[in-house]
């Protein structure tokens, strides 16, 4: 009787410990999801929080770097509905009398990345389709020319655009592409739509615009 006791007691322990180890099991795989969903949150928050980054730092050198130049100079010059995805441009150097003496031209365009072509699919495997590159040409045609990528992941039309003849996105502009450029009056307005993968393998897009005034006289 004293060893049915012993057995009963030994076999209720053990149904014991497998009830702890399935609860724990439980818990603990509840807290890895917890745990993984958190890290997979802050991964997606860190994505979109540096794209909204470069697409301001990109704008803000975009800025600086035509700011002084003048109305005359940029070309082509396209007023709404129409843009362009490339200008050149040159800043004023110094004066003689009156008249201003301009620098060398410079030139800001988009350029599709190296491995990547117009074609309306993705080409170069990073999960992006004709993306492009914001370069900067310094010294334009001249000898000591040089060229400065921007920044990466430039969309092949501004987010929300497709190309079908209408103003898809309601910011006036006709498939209008992702850098564009536009004026009106003395203001040069830069428009930019950067895209990544995130994390969680969708698609991060962030849009940005800025506005610059040019000077006069234009030429
Ligand atoms: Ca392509
Ligand atoms: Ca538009
Ligand atoms: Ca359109």
Not at 65 to 92: E, H
Not at 153 to 162: D, K, N, T
Request: proline share 5%; glycine share 12%.
């Amino acid at each position: 009787m004293q060893q049915r006791n012993h057995a009963s007691q030994r076999g209720f322990t053990l149904i014991e410990m497998l009830i702890v180890a399935c609860v724990a099991t439980i818990l603990l795989g509840g807290t890895l999801q917890a745990v993984t969903s958190g890290m997979h949150a802050r991964e997606l928050g860190a994505a979109i929080s540096d794209t909204e980054t470069q697409v301001s730092r990109t704008l803000n050198r975009l800025a600086w770097t035509v700011t002084g130049s003048g109305l005359g100079t940029v070309d082509p010059r396209p007023a709404a509905p129409a843009s362009t995805a490339g200008i050149s441009y040159q800043k004023a150097l110094d004066f003689v009398g009156d008249a201003i003496v301009w620098g060398p031209a410079g030139r800001l365009e988009f350029r599709l990345e190296p491995n990547e072509l117009a074609d309306g699919i993705g080409n170069d495997g990073n999960g992006l389709v004709d993306e492009g590159m914001v370069v900067w040409v310094e010294n334009s045609m001249l000898p000591d020319e040089t060229e400065v990528i921007i920044a990466h992941g430039v969309r092949s039309l501004l987010e929300g655009e497709l190309p079908n003849g209408l103003d898809d996105n309601g910011n006036g502009l006709i498939d209008e592409p992702g850098l564009c450029f536009e004026i009106n009056g003395q203001t040069l307005s830069i428009r930019l739509s950067l895209e990544r993968i995130g994390p969680d393998g969708n698609s991060i897009i962030r849009t940005s615009e800025t506005r610059v005034t040019l000077r006069n006289p234009s030429s």
